[in-house]
């Protein structure tokens, strides 16, 4: 039997008015980044309810990342203010619980950064490879 | 392998037909895979059918037993479950589990005598099953009188039916009220439990009573003025179910389940019951 | 071993009742036994005469039946609060889960509650009647034919000996002395599991949530922890349920509990002590508390009214996510 | 009978597990005693019982029922019920073995509920007598004898021994098993212990308690009860009573969508929990004082309406010891029934 090759299954947290607009912008530039990551755009970084992040670890992400406008950018003033500290205190939590930190990550990419968002997905996929599959945050039921 | 005969598990059923009753209700015809009938039924029993994913429900079977073809489900847009039913297509596959609870008694307590059914809204879906099955076998039982009302005419399930099949048929009267005026109506306007009262029926009657628990509470009080027993008055129940046969405990109300040992009861029955459902 | 006697609070009590300050008062009621004691709304002097119990049992924070009680009754209703449930009452009024009009509060001291757990480690079961003496338990067994005495000290339940404040923030009227915030060592736990590598931190979890049956008391009991709707009870959300089905879902429900009460809980303790499994889940809450602390200024849910939670709130120089991992070489 | 000594009760644990799965109490980490599956090293506890019942042999707080794939408008259903290997439970305390009596009846009525049937079928119970009733325990108000329990095999502990006696034909085949480290006895010692336990039971706080003014018909009576406001005033609505209950078995049906399948599982319920009884159109259960009632009454009334007396309740004391507000059934058959056990 064929061992099938690990990738990491990668979920991104975009923000509509910077991130995603940067990882567009990675893609016109043609940029490459793992094809496992999974983009999925919100209206502002701070949408990302804890339990989003929960939910991606449950249904087979191995690494869940948050991007954003810069601090001080946010389309809605101060929405990524509030994305700090929530993550900070959920990740510090995680990481309490015995989870590995490096499976989650915020990064703030700006609609102009598609070069950063590229490198930052490269990056953020490669450490999630080094740490192998989800197993501390995984359903069982949802791997068959 | 566990073999055993296990009712939780259900059959798979095919929609074959969606009919569109009312702007709210939909009545969906359903069959095995190989277009059979998933199961035999009594009139006023009900069945379990399900999404897998969405989730179960318990509805009752409107087609009457003496359908041999097919059951059909007439159901109302109000949960998760009949919303997505209601999207449903021709062809679409559910499952089905049942039949659930007790039957109105239609060979003993029934035969022979005068049937007096009265119905609101959505609460004819059960209804008809009794009624189709008293048609059919029209000589066991003496005249039968249908008061169904609704909030309008469109609103009226089964319409077509009643107007075509069930007025036509020899000593069946059927009274039709929506609850306001409408342009091209005719009929009668106002509450069911009025137009009982107005209509004053003779008390030589076995009175079949479903409806808005608002509505049962009022005609009854109305046949009750009209000189009826409670012993002549049945009803059936709906509550939340999940297991069908009286262990999930959800449809406990005193010592009875209503999926069990109801959903069919008759007034003096339900009065012995605390005032729960 | 509490300086405020039952006899007292039954007077303070009766006398309010009597002069229609009150309506109704929300106090302790004796059970079956002397550490059985349910919370309960008095409306009669009579009632309080012969059911109202204060003794080294009366854990149960009140501050949150108040979201039900306040406003149900005519006039007011009279709250018996000790020091760690008056910061549960100003977080409450904070979040305008009650109408302060309609309360009388009255603050209490309290020298620390007593555990069953801890007490039935040391004498055994089959207790048939507990009383304070000084300060020791005098406990009578089925089993002894003397009573054991045991220290209150060494039998206080874990919240109470890392109790973080004598003092009452809120009341209406004082009954006693008030006392201070002390100087507690409610965080060594957590940093001890801190100190641990991760592997043995999953462990360990894994091990206290393994037990989870998803009784729901942590939230239930919890003053924080008010939502109408809570999101596990919510079929729309698609978390809902009733039992933890695997290891995912124990933590999941552990984590978000403890996130949604993040900088609103007060530590009262609460959830530890309903916990019909003894899991230590205050260990949850305090770990955000001290993470608080230490990342945004120190921060005391409920210490008054109308302060702003940290987590609704920010600055502009707050350290990033990533940062939180390298305050020290604890995982290094 | 038959006895071993304390001593070697490792040696047994041993024999049977050689051939069956064996469950038995163990002290956890936190001192709390949990059913646990024997291994070496493995001590019996000596708590008198568990926090959590042994119901979840045979109705676990979670299982799933089948399984569908669904491919456009087409489902496929998976009957996943495997056959079980016999297990055996051991030291069962004589309230729990009630309480399968009582769950079977409601599992085991037609229609049979398969998935408990065929684990009650494999499950062997071998109950221990108790030696150190707490104050919580009022088993004798549902008439049980805490010193004899039923069981396919009933066991005595005492200071250094473990007496053993077969009741079924179950009992008979695992006593065959240990045949060879267990020698026949004479019943003394047994006798013994059981007249000092039951003398210690007669003494037990509640040991007057009362059922008499509840059971079958008695609905009217206390349906209407103006002491239900009381009792639930403040009640948290959580499900501990419920989750720590030996005979509570109502449950929920929910279905899973894994991503690639639908799992449908079933899982404990409360009648406490808000939404039990909610459906599209309202809920007929509107405050925590109906749901509570319904908790009781099902037990004390509505239960033993349906099973020839037979009360709901087994006197475990477990929901006295684990209330978060400590109300439970014996503060409620007081107030309800006016009885008190003085």
């Known amino acids: 039997m064929q061992v099938k090759e690990y990738k990491p299954l990668i979920v ?82 995680l990481d309490f619980l015995g989870i590995e930190k490096e499976r989650t990550r915020v990064e703030w990419v700006s609609a102009a950064e598609g070069a950063k968002f590229a490198a930052t997905m490269n990056e953020f996929a490669e450490t999630v490879a080094s740490l192998g599959e989800n197993k501390r945050l995984e359903d069982l039921r949802c791997k068959r | 392998m566990n073999n055993m005969e296990e009712t939780l598990i259900p059959k798979i059923g095919v929609i074959t037909d969606v009919r569109i009753d009312t702007p709210d209700i939909k009545t969906f015809r359903v069959v095995t895979p190989d277009g059979k009938k998933a199961f035999d039924h009594r009139p006023g029993q009900c069945a379990m059918l399900s999404i897998p994913g969405v989730g179960e429900a318990m509805f ?189 405990g959800r449809c406990n109300v005193g010592s009875k389940y209503v999926c069990k040992d109801g959903p069919v009861f008759r007034c003096d029955e339900l009065e012995e019951l605390p005032d729960e459902y | ?218 939230r239930d009991a919890c003053p924080a922890c008010t939502c109408e709707k809570c999101v596990f009870d919510n079929p729309a959300s698609s978390v809902e349920n009733k039992a933890p089905a695997n290891s995912f879902e124990e933590k999941m429900f552990h984590i978000i509990r403890a996130f949604h009460v993040a900088g609103r809980c007060t530590d009262c303790g609460e959830c530890s002590r309903v916990c019909p499994q003894n899991i230590p889940l205050h260990l949850l809450n305090r770990k955000f508390i001290k993470d608080i602390n230490e990342f945004y200024g120190e921060y005391q849910a409920g210490a008054e009214v109308g302060l702003r939670a940290p987590l609704v709130d920010y600055t502009t120089e707050d350290l990033e996510p990533g940062e939180v991992f390298d305050r020290g070489d604890k995982d290094a | 009978m038959r006895k071993v000594s304390l001593d070697s009760i490792n040696k047994v644990f041993g024999k049977i597990s050689e051939s069956n799965k064996l469950y038995l109490p163990v002290d956890g980490s936190d001192g709390v005693a949990v059913y646990t599956e024997w291994s070496e090293g493995k001590e019996w506890s000596n708590a008198l019982n568990t926090v959590r019942s042994p119901k979840d ?20 259903l998976v009957d996943i019920r495997d056959e079980k290997e016999d297990f055996v439970i051991f030291g069962v305390r004589a309230c729990d073995v009630r309480s399968f009596d009582i769950l079977d009846r409601v599992f085991l009525s037609d229609p049979v509920d398969s998935f408990y049937a065929s684990r009650r079928e494999h499950g062997i119970i071998v109950s221990v007598a108790c030696s150190k009733p707490s104050e919580t325990c009022f088993c004798t108000t549902f008439g049980i004898d805490a010193t004899n329990p039923a069981g396919d095999v009933t066991a005595w502990k005492t200071e250094d021994s473990v007496y053993f006696k077969a009741n079924t034909e179950k009992g008979e085949a695992f006593m065959k098993k240990i045949e060879d480290l267990t020698e026949e006895c004479d019943d003394s010692a047994v006798t013994a212990q059981k007249e000092k336990i039951a003398k210690i039971m007669e003494k037990l706080p509640l040991a007057n308690l009362s059922a008499d003014a509840f059971g079958g018909g008695k609905t009217d009576t206390f349906f209407n009860a103006p002491e239900w406001d009381e009792l639930s005033a403040t009640c948290l609505g959580c499900g501990t009573c419920t989750f720590v209950c030996p005979t509570c078995q ?72 684990k209330c978060p507000i400590s109300m439970n059934i014996v503060k409620v058959m007081k107030k309800i029934g006016g009885n008190k056990s003085e």
């Open chain 1, 12 to 93: 991104a947290f975009c923000c509509n008015w910077c991130s995603y607009a940067g990882a567009d912008l990675a893609g016109n530039n043609r940029l490459s980044y793992p094809a496992d990551v999974k983009i999925i755009r919100v209206p502002c970084s701070c949408r990302v309810n804890p339990m989003f992040i929960l939910r991606a670890f449950q249904r087979g992400a191995d690494g869940v990342i948050i991007c954003g406008c810069h601090p001080g950018d946010c389309h809605y003033t101060s929405g990524n203010y509030y994305t700090r500290r929530r993550m900070a205190a959920l990740f510090s939590m």
């Open chain 2, 60 to 248: 009752s079977i409107t087609s009457s037993p003496t359908n041999t073809e097919y059951m059909e489900f007439s159901i109302k847009k109000c949960g998760c479950v009949t919303e997505w039913l209601h999207q449903a297509e021709v062809g679409q596959q559910i499952t089905i589990r049942g039949p659930y609870g007790n039957p109105f008694p239609v060979d003993d307590v029934f035969a022979g005598k005068n049937l007096l059914f009265i119905a609101g809204g959505v609460g004819l879906a059960p209804l008809r099953s009794v009624i189709n099955y008293c048609r059919h076998y029209r000589d066991r039982y003496g005249d039968i009188d249908i008061v169904y009302g609704s909030r309008s005419k469109d609103d009226l399930l089964d319409y077509k039916e009643i107007i075509e099949e069930w007025s036509q048929d020899a000593g069946v009267n059927v009274h039709l009220t929506i609850d306001n005026p409408q342009e091209g109506w005719d009929g009668h306007v106002g509450f069911v439990p009025n137009f009982v009262k107005e209509l004053g029926f003779d008390t030589n009657k076995t009175a079949v009573l479903c409806g808005p628990p608002i509505m049962i509470k009022f005609t009854l009080e109305g046949l009750i003025s009209l000189g009826f027993d409670k012993t002549q008055v049945y009803t059936t129940l709906e509550l939340r179910m999940k297991c069908g046969v009286g262990k999930c």
């Open chain 3, 1 to 218: 071993m509490q300086k405020i006697t039952q006899n007292q609070l039954v007077e303070k009590a009766v006398s309010l009742l009597t002069d229609g300050t009150v309506s109704a008062v929300l106090g302790w009621k004796k059970g079956e036994f002397d550490y059985d004691i349910t919370p309960a709304v008095f409306k009669t002097a009579d009632e309080i005469k012969e059911n109202f119990v204060w003794n080294d049992f009366c854990g149960a924070n009140f501050s949150k039946y108040l979201v039900a009680q306040a406003g149900k009754h005519e006039g007011k209703i009279l709250v018996f609060l000790k020091p760690c449930d008056t910061y549960s009452f100003n977080q409450l009024l904070t979040e305008h889960r009650f109408d302060r009009e309609k309360v009388y509060a009255v603050g209490i001291p309290c020298e620390g509650m007593a555990d069953i757990a801890k007490v039935k480690e040391l004498v055994g079961d089959g207790i048939v009647s507990i009383e304070a003496d000084g300060d020791s338990l005098k406990v009578s067994t089925l089993y002894e034919d003397a009573p054991a005495l045991v220290n209150a000290k060494d039998v206080m339940a874990e919240r109470c000996v890392n109790c973080k404040s004598k003092k009452h923030v809120a009341y209406d009227e004082l009954m006693g002395e008030d006392g201070i915030v002390l100087e507690s060592n409610r965080f060594d736990e957590v940093a001890r599991l801190e100190a641990m590598t991760p592997d043995e931190r999953f462990a360990f979890w894994q091990n206290e949530l393994s037990r989870c049956i998803r009784c729901n008391a942590c």
């Open chain 4, 57 to 76: 042999f045979f109705f676990p707080q979670v299982e799933n029922l089948m399984e569908f794939k669904t491919s456009g408008k087409n489902i496929e």
């Open chain 4, 250 to 321: 109502c449950y929920d049906i929910k279905d899973f969508n894994t991503g690639n399948g639908v799992i449908r599982y079933r899982c404990w319920d409360s009648c406490m929990y808000s939404e039990f009884t909610k459906m599209a159109h309202g809920n007929n259960r509107i405050s925590q004082k109906e749901r509570f009632r319904q908790r009781f009454m099902h037990k004390l009334v509505y239960y033993p309406e349906n099973n020839e007396g037979i009360f709901g309740c087994v006197g475990c004391g477990r929901c006295l010891a």
